[in-house]
C-alpha cells in the first residue's frame, strides 16, 4: 500500500492552525489536513466540514465540544474511518487513512480504535459478558478465550457482577460502561467516544467521565469525546470547540 508524501504546511481552520513538524520528530498519532465535508440532504448542500486542521498527539484526552450540528460528530466519524472526506487527508502516524478500502479501514479500526457510541447496539441474544467478548470473536479468537479477556476486562471497571444479564435489563450507566469495556476487548491505542453522557442522569455521566479520565491518565490510552455539556469542558488535556463546520477555538487544559 502506498503512502502518500505529507504536505510540510496545512491551512488554518479560523486560526488554528498545524504546525510544520521537526526534521526527524515522531509524527502526531493523528493528523487531520484541511478537512472537508459536503453532502445533500434534498436539493441543499450541507457543507458539515469546511476546512479542519487538527493534531492529535499519543495520550491525549481531546474534547470536541459545540451544539448540535457544528459538524463534531462528522468529523470523529471520519477520524473513525466510518465516513470519507470529500477533501482533505487524515493520517495515523504516516498512514494516509484513506488510501485504504473500506475493508482494509475496518480492519485497521478494529485493531487501533476503540469506539464508544451514545447508544449502544446490543446482540440481543447475548448477555452482557458474551456482547463485550463479540469484536474478539469476530476477529477470530477462541471464544472461551475472548470470555476470559471479557471477563477481566469488566471486573477492572467494576461490572463483573453484570456478565450474565442481559444489556437491556441494564442501567443507561451500566450499559455504558459495558459499551467501554467492549470498546477496550482489543486493547486499542485509541477511544473514541460520541456524546457517550448524552442520555444519563448527572450522577452517572459524571462516573463515565471519570472512568474515562482514568482509562486516559493512568492506561495512557489516546481519548477523543465529542460533547456538547459545557459541565465537562474543562476535563481531559485538550479541547476544541466547533461552530458551523470550523474549529473556533483550541485550549489546553491545565487542571490535571
Known amino acids: 500500500m502506498n503512502k502518500k508524501e505529507r504536505s510540510k504546511e496545512t491551512p488554518t481552520s479560523k486560526g488554528v492552525g498545524v504546525p ?8 502526531p498519532l493523528i493528523t487531520v489536513e484541511n478537512l472537508k465535508k459536503s453532502f445533500r440532504v434534498g436539493k441543499n448542500k450541507v457543507r458539515a466540514l469546511r476546512g479542519v486542521d487538527l493534531k492529535i498527539e499519543k495520550g491525549d484526552f481531546l474534547l470536541i465540544y459545540g451544539p448540535s450540528g457544528c459538524g463534531k460528530t462528522t ?31 475496518g480492519i485497521f479500526r478494529s485493531k487501533r480504535m476503540g ?30 478465550e475472548a470470555i476470559k479477556h471479557a471477563k477481566s476486562i469488566m471486573s477492572d471497571l467494576k461490572i463483573g457482577d453484570l456478565a450474565h444479564q442481559l444489556p437491556t435489563q441494564l442501567s443507561g450507566g451500566q450499559q455504558q460502561k459495558a459499551e467501554i469495556a467492549r470498546a477496550l476487548v482489543s486493547k486499542p491505542q485509541i477511544i473514541l467516544a460520541d456524546e457517550p453522557t448524552g442520555d444519563l442522569d448527572t450522577s452517572s455521566a459524571d462516573e463515565i467521565m471519570g472512568l474515562l479520565d482514568y482509562l486516559n ?24 470547540e466547533m461552530q458551523d463546520g470550523v474549529i473556533t477555538k483550541s485550549t489546553c487544559n491545565t487542571n490535571e
Request: glycine share 6%.
Open 20 to 27: 510544520t513538524e521537526s526534521v526527524g520528530k515522531k509524527p
Open 75 to 105: 468529523l470523529l466519524n471520519i477520524i473513525a474511518g466510518l465516513d470519507t472526506p470529500t477533501a482533505g487527508r487524515l493520517f495515523y502516524r504516516d498512514l494516509d487513512l484513506f488510501t485504504l478500502d473500506e475493508d482494509s479501514r
Open 217 to 240: 491518565k493512568q492506561l495512557g490510552r489516546t481519548i477523543v469525546l465529542v460533547t456538547h455539556n459545557p459541565n465537562y469542558a474543562s476535563m481531559g488535556t485538550r479541547k476544541i
Open 115 to 144: 469506539i464508544v457510541h451514545q447508544l449502544s447496539n446490543w446482540v440481543r441474544s447475548l448477555n452482557t459478558i458474551e456482547n463485550v467478548a463479540l469484536p474478539l470473536i469476530i476477529e477470530g479468537k477462541k471464544e472461551s
